[in-house]
Each structure stands twice: as C-alpha cells, then as structure tokens.
C-alpha cells in the first residue's frame, strides 16, 4: 500500500510553517491517540502514520529532502542517517511523542499543558501552623492572632520577578519549551533548559526586592477563628495564606493544626469530660453532696449516694464540651474517690477501732473476697 502524502497525513499544505506544522501535528497525535480511540482498531496505525510524518517534517533537513523527492528520500539508503522515519514507521518515537505528552498529561503532572513557558508561574507551597490552646478556649472557641514566617508576593514588582513589573522575555535557549534536545546516535535526549532552568521565559532586568524571584520572605499576622469544640488533631485550612507563588503563580494554602493542652481537672474524651473527685470516708460511707466545678467556669453539687465506693460514676448531663460541627453537648463523668484519713490523733485511732468492731457485717464486698480465700484454701488442703 503506497504511503500517504505527509501533508495529509498532517492535514496542512505544502509550505507551512514549522508552528503550523508543530499545531497540527499535536491535534492530530491527541485525536488519534490510542488511549483516547479503544474503540477504533486503526488508531494505532495512524498514530504512528502521524508521528512519522512529523518526524520527518519538523527537520529542516528532512524537510527539504522530502520537499524535493518525496518519500523516494528515504527509502534505499537515500536520506538515511539519524532518525530514519522508515524504521518500524515510528520514527524518532519518543522525541516527537514528547510534545504531545504534556498536552496529553501536562495536567495531571502538574503542569498547564504545553511546554515550560506557559507554566513559568508557580504555585506557592501549602504551610503547616501548630497551634496549641487551653481546654477552655477549646470549649469556648476563640480568636486567635497568629505570626506566620512566610514568603509573600512581592510589593515592587508586583509577583512578577522583573523590575518595574515587565513581563518576563520567551527563553532564547529553548525557545519557551524549558527543554532542549541535543542528538546522540539513534537517540533524542531530552534536558531541562540549562538557561531559564526549564521555565522557558527569562528575566532580563531581576527585580533588586525579590532578586527576580517574585516573591520575600516576610512574617504576617492573622486573624484565625478557632470553633468551639476542636480538639488535638483537628485541622483548619486557610485558602491562599500559605507560600507566595513564584513569579505571579497562586499562593498555598495554610494549614492550621490544633494541639488542646492537657487540663489541671478534666480529661477529655471526645465531647466527654471526666473529673476525679475525692470524697471523705464518712460521706462516702453515710452519703452527702459534693460540690465540682464545670468547664464553662460554673459549680454543680453533685449527690454522693449511701455506700459509694472508689470508682463509682456519677453523670452530670450536657456539662461537657461541644460538638464541632453541631452535634450537640456531651457529658461530665464525675469518678468519685474515697479518701483514707492520714496523720490520725489517739482519739480517732480509737473511734476508728470502736467503729471497726461495730461494723463487721457492714463491709459485703470483704465479707464476700474472704469467704472466697477460704474457700481456695480449703480447696488447696483437699
């Protein structure tokens, strides 16, 4: 089967320029691509129909061998050398794969499709802030003023990295692509522009502020709300507030994360609170009140029922802290601790003893732990 012309292969006429051809050409490579055309059987054979003719048009050299006889330039040893289109009929494959692969993908490599020039402006980098606040203030919600280091756009050149705020000039190197190729046997490597350091644009006059960069290293004050309800963990982010972009790019975001600081009385457990409140023998033994305080700075007498014991929980509803996002209030759990008198006079000691003879049958959980021993050991004998 005779090979199509490579013009209409291109679908341009004979005579146009190398961008018309280097347009065409990325059209065409993004239309066929077999990723794009699972369905179409011939995409793969055109694609590379497509590949080669570019090969061969975008050489100058090529070109005008092409021009004058066709594809008769390449076939019998004519016109051969480095990139012979007729090689698997891919031609230099990966050379001129490479200008469609960031129109293709330029996107999801971060890129703006196309080559360096057009994504000469970057995006600033996210920040991370550590804050730490009190469980009251974590209760409450807050206002808090914070200092971030940070680099932010330039004043002077107004982000763009130029002086007087010019636009920067296309790379003469590369031509604006922030590569170039250089040609070694049957292979095209491919390096990142050694002159505009792959942003395909230079400046020629660097802004004196910013040294050309876009952007100085300064510390800003902000204003953050802090919701009632956050706890340690709980990230707040802050669209815009982070890193400058380079040279007129967008700013990062600032991520603001939440460290709650351990309380004198209260732990935390979620929306819950627990506090731990001593109570005397005789008001653990004969019952009474107890006065605790609450997070919101009040005081609550909380009812010590007959015969408490170490351990026993006792609830305080809605006494504990906020839900974040509108899930109501939790509880406070009140553990009680039954206190052991220390440092007793000769009288207590001896109502303590006169106490202890009258109270034998008034201590079930002892009774029921030694009839038990007494019964291991009796076992034990046996």
Known sequence: MAKRDFYDVLGVPKGSSAEDLKKAYRSKAKELH??????????????????????????????????????????????????????????????????????????????????GGRSRAQRGSDLRYNLRISLEEAFKGIQKTINVPTSTACEVCRGSGAEGGAEPTTCPTCSGMGKVRAQQGF????????????????????????????????????????PAGVETGTRIRLAGEGEAGLRGGPSGDLYIFIEVKEHALFQRDGAHLFCRVPVSMTTAAIGGEVEVPTIDGGRSRVKVPTGAQSGKQLRLRAKGMPALRGGGVGDMLIELAVETPVNLTARQKELLREFEKLSEENNPEGSSFFSKVKGFWDGMKS
């Open 34 to 115: 077999p990723d794009r055309n699972s369905d179409n059987p011939n995409a793969e054979s055109q694609f590379k129909e497509v590949n080669e003719a570019y090969e061969v048009l975008k050489d100058a050299d090529k070109k005008a061998a092409y021009d004058r006889y066709g594809h008769a330039a390449f076939e019998g040893g004519m016109g051969g050398g480095r990139g012979h289109p007729g090689a698997g009929g891919n031609g230099d494959f990966a050379s001129a794969f490479s200008d469609v692969f960031e129109d293709l993908f330029g996107d999801f490599m971060g890129g703006r499709g196309g080559g």
């Open 187 to 226: 292979f095209t490597v491919e390096r990142t522009c050694p002159t505009c350091n792959g942003m395909g644009q230079i400046i020629k006059n660097p802004c004196r502020a910013c040294s050309g960069q876009g952007r100085v290293e300064k510390e800003r004050a902000l204003s953050v709300n802090i």
